[in-house]
């Protein structure tokens, strides 16, 4: 008889646990709580509009290539790839703007038009950051860590200055370039990590590798074609889902879980994957006395930012932007300051704006454009309906003048999703986006362990454990947690296919 596994939510980390326990020939129900798959990657479809609500960079592409070869199949027979050029667009302020590009001369000789010799030290920085993102991929990210001396072994002793683990990233851009252009380019990356360039270890300088060199990738369909494959292949690995279907608690004898308890009623379960909010799921699912971290521990926490995020259809064209466009205020201190250190609803912010109509006609009627408006604000503030109102129309202000784009009058669909939505959709801890910030002191040892503490067969997912936020990171999650519950070597085989791909030694 099959042994009986019940997958907590479906968001990218509960799909994949799914599809991986499926294939070790487990019987796998996932329950979800909202009507439709993907978790913060769900798709809201509006009058001809097509929104992914929440990821929407597809970087390390290796990563989901190698998850679908665990299964003999090829990511392409699932969904394709398009790779975008340019990257990414940069508006600075005061209309000047840049294009980032995949072709890495042309970003040096970007970076020479901000200083002189800038070409050559992000050649030189760029070597850097292949090296620790080698490093990262073939000997830390694939692990579990369950003590100390498993993180701080003799790779960081031996490698632990050019892995640049005691430092900070903004000090470590800054041994290499003054501009603000340039250490912002090279900096951005981190407020989705949900951290800040002064706390983030400069270790992050890895993903300048990812995005320059690697290249920033668009799935064809948007991040609701990846969510639907992943269903699909769990579904080929007889994975059962039920939607519409919260857990409210479990069924215990003595320190193991027996069932899992819903309002439609029980599901027997030998063992428990989790991806809901970590802190959902330790502090309000299970009784105290079974919570693995207690309420100060959380509130120690350095919890990552939430995202104020407006979906607008827009009639007409703006050719204005490419897919991905990004604005960096001059001091863009002070929008982490008031994420970070005094907690308020940032003025004159940086953002991120996504118009994947773009790259993708299918997500918008013909003519019209697809945007995606996020600014990275504090957890934790009050969201009542004025508060929201008044931003929205602060923040569309602001990038009609950043931008050039009239938008305000071209309207056709319009969505506010912010604190009280990730709250109420994915009971997110302080309505936190992307759970705990990527500090040096939440990284892997440090970060919500996969194991439960108290109950052996309670498992865990997502974007709390080691190696934390991200989709590609999430993946490997889900690997390092049904190792965890079974005793396999999946993060071992990513490991060994990492170490041939950079062509190192995994141990």
Request: charged fraction near 25%.
């Amino acid at each position: 008889m099959s042994r009986k596994a019940v997958v907590v939510g479906a968001g990218f980390g509960g799909l994949s646990a799914a599809a991986l326990l499926g294939r070790e020939g487990l019987e796998v129900t996932v329950l979800e709580k909202n009507p439709e798959p993907g978790g913060r990657a769900r798709v809201w479809k509006q009058d001809g509009f097509v929104f992914d609500m929440g990821p929407s960079w597809y970087l390390m592409p290796e990563v989901f290539d190698d998850f679908f070869a665990l299964f003999g199949k090829r990511r392409e027979d699932y969904y394709r790839l398009t790779r975008l050029d340019p990257c990414y667009r940069v508006f600075f302020g005061k209309g000047e703007q840049v294009d980032v590009t995949p072709d890495t001369a042309a970003t040096r000789r970007l970076f020479e038009t901000f200083e002189p010799g800038a070409g050559s030290r992000l050649a030189e920085y760029l070597e850097l950051a292949r090296y620790k993102y080698d490093t990262a991929m073939t000997d830390f990210i694939y692990r579990e860590y369950r003590h100390l001396f498993q993180f701080f072994n003799h790779k960081i002793a031996m490698g632990g200055l050019k892995l640049d683990l005691f430092s900070s990233l903004d000090r470590s851009v800054r041994r290499f370039f003054s501009d603000r252009r340039a250490r912002q380019i090279l900096e951005y990356a981190m407020v989705f990590l949900g951290t800040s360039p002064d706390n983030a270890p400069a270790l992050y300088s890895m993903l300048t590798h990812v995005d320059l060199t690697l290249g920033v990738w668009y799935p064809d369909g948007g991040f609701g074609s990846i969510v639907k494959a992943l269903e699909r292949l769990s579904v080929e690995q007889g994975v059962k889902f039920l939607y519409d279907c919260p857990v409210t608690g479990y069924r215990f004898a003595g320190q193991r879980i027996t069932a899992v308890r819903t309002p439609r009623g029980e599901l027997a379960a030998d063992l428990v994957v989790c991806n809901a909010d970590y802190h959902h799921a330790d502090r309000e699912l299970l009784p105290p006395e079974l919570a693995s971290y207690s309420a100060a521990w959380w509130n120690r926490r350095i919890v990552a930012p939430t995202m104020f995020v407006l979906y607008l259809g827009i009639a007409g064209r703006v050719p204005e932007l490419v897919h991905h466009n990004l604005y960096f205020q001059e001091d863009w201190r002070r929008h982490f300051h008031a994420i970070f250190r005094q907690p308020a609803w940032p003025e004159d912010p940086c953002f991120y704006l996504s118009c994947p109509s773009k790259s993708d006609p299918s997500v918008a009627p013909a003519g019209m454009e697809n945007l995606f408006v996020l600014v990275p604000v504090a957890p934790g503030l009050s969201d009542t309906d004025d508060i929201r109102e008044s931003y929205a129309a602060m923040v569309i202000q602001h990038v009609e003048r950043v931008t050039g784009i009239a938008i305000r009058d071209r309207i056709k669909v319009r969505r506010i999703f912010s604190h009280r939505d990730f709250v109420a959709d994915y009971n997110a801890f302080k309505g936190t986006a992307l759970g705990l910030a990527h500090t040096l002191g939440q990284t892997a040892i440090f970060r919500p362990a996969a194991r439960s503490r108290k109950l052996p067969n309670l498992f865990y997912t997502g974007q709390y454990p080691h190696p934390g936020v991200g989709v590609p990171m999430t993946l490997i999650a889900s690997r390092l947690a049904v190792d965890a519950a079974l005793g396999t070597d999946l993060a071992a085989q990513g490991r060994a296919r990492e170490a041939r791909r950079h062509g190192r030694v995994s141990r």
